[in-house]
């Protein structure tokens, strides 16, 4: 997560977001606010929300979750279903 190699950065992303890191959760934090390359800072911040746990979000009409907390929890984000392919984005 310190390379100064992009593509490492983000190979390091996909092996905590897998591995489900939560303790990594700060330092993700930290990447999203920070990482001078805004493809990683962005993936920093899908994958520290993943490894968060939240509340039971509220459900829409239908029983089905509102489209911004589909975002909110990168279920909508190409990295995301990369991940759950268990293949890295990279």
Do not use: Y
Not at 36 to 57: F, K
Request: charge should be positive; hydrophobic fraction near 45%; aromatic fraction near 2%.
């Amino acid at each position: 997560l310190h390379d100064a190699r992009s593509d490492h950065r983000c190979a390091a992303l996909w092996i905590v977001d897998l591995l489900k890191l939560s303790a990594l959760t700060p330092r993700l934090l930290a990447m999203a606010g920070s990482d001078p390359d805004v493809r990683i800072a962005r993936i920093a911040a899908h994958v520290s929300r993943r490894l968060t746990p939240t509340a039971a979000p509220a459900t829409g009409a239908g029983g089905t979750k509102p489209a911004a907390t589909e975002v909110a929890e990168g279920s909508n984000s190409q990295f995301a279903a990369v991940a759950q392919a268990g293949e890295s984005p990279c």
